[in-house]
């Protein structure tokens, strides 16, 4: 149910985000949104770059902060030794869905809004095939997901943050190069 929640928001965010990218160009000059792609791969390239030359070789901070956010909500399910319990109806997508399910899905298709990957498949589907651009989003956040929910804790442990940042830079900045090399369509 978390890896079906999940890919559903990513899914979810890859079409309307690859919709918004189709709509640019209709909006604006074929050449512009090309150069602001370039502009926006460059950016969040070298802001990965510069985040991962700062950080450290450990574990990821995000892993440690979200242990601790766990352990701190199993404690405060306890008050004072007795234990309180507060019942919630279900919504209607609660009921159809699966409470989990949504939970997934509502909590990745809101941390997702505006990041790095949204934006930069807007960028993509405004200069390439909005249809390549969603199949590839999806399949490529649907392996990101598998990974992270079957091995996520291994991964996260094993792989340093650092590793990882400089590593998105890279991509983003060999995107920017590419598409300034082959230049507007």
Aim: overall charge negative; aromatic content about 10%; some cysteine.
């Amino acid at each position: 149910m978390v890896f079906l929640g999940a890919i559903a928001a990513l899914a979810a965010m890859t079409v309307i985000s690859a919709a918004m990218g189709y709509a640019a160009p209709a909006l604006l000059p074929k050449a512009m949104t090309h150069y602001a792609g370039v502009a926006l791969f460059a950016y969040f390239g070298q802001q990965l770059l510069r985040e991962g030359l700062s950080a450290e070789h450990g574990v990821s901070d995000e892993l440690e902060e979200t242990e601790e956010e766990l352990a701190q909500q199993k404690g405060s399910d306890i008050e004072g030794g007795d234990e309180v319990e507060v019942k919630v109806k279900p919504t209607f997508l609660e009921k159809f869905f699966g409470e989990v399910f949504m939970k997934v899905f509502m909590l990745t298709f809101v941390a997702e809004w505006g990041d790095r990957s949204q934006i930069a498949t807007i960028a993509l589907a405004a200069v390439k095939d909005p249809y390549g651009v969603t199949v590839g989003g999806v399949l490529g956040h649907s392996l990101c997901t598998a990974m992270a929910v079957i091995g996520g804790r291994m991964l996260a442990s094993s792989i340093s943050e650092k590793t990882m940042l400089l590593l998105g830079g890279v991509v983003f900045m060999v995107f920017a190069l590419l598409d300034l090399y082959k230049g507007p369509e």
